[in-house]
């Protein structure tokens, strides 16, 4: 499966972003999907996952309850809504697809996508 992640942008401490990752290839559903982020010098942190069918979400402490990720099975896209935005959140975000479960690690996933960059201003 392909990946492309979008929605990143520059945004003022206490705004929202919503953010968008296509996915292309076969069996869409077969996939547990994730959001991971990575700030500058910093190491490659989980942040949000979701299940195959959408039933089960996994946060972060550090965004729960600012964030919520959601999929669409039909278009084969998952979307993460970030509000009340933290300058300690700007980072790159990046989508990932996972057929073994383990969402919050990220060894478990077996596709990434190439990253939408998300700065936050204080």
């Known amino acids: 499966v392909q990946l492309q992640a979008s929605g990143g942008g520059l945004v003022q401490a206490g705004g929202s972003l919503r953010l968008s990752c296509a996915a292309s290839?076969?069996?869409?559903?077969?996939?547990?999907m994730g959001w991971f982020r990575q700030a500058p010098g910093k190491e490659r942190e989980f942040v949000s996952g979701i299940s195959w069918s959408g039933g089960s979400t996994y946060y972060a402490d550090s965004v729960k309850g600012r964030f919520t990720i959601s999929r669409d099975n039909a278009k084969n896209t998952v979307s993460l809504q970030m509000n009340s935005l933290k300058p300690e959140d700007t980072a790159v975000y990046y989508c990932?697809?996972?057929?073994?479960?383990?969402?919050?690690?990220?060894?478990?996933?077996?596709?990434w996508g190439q990253g939408t960059l998300v700065t936050v201003s204080s």
């Open positions: 990932a697809a996972t057929v073994r479960g383990g969402v919050y690690n990220a060894l478990s996933y077996d596709y």
């Open positions: 290839g076969r069996s869409f559903t077969r996939y547990g």
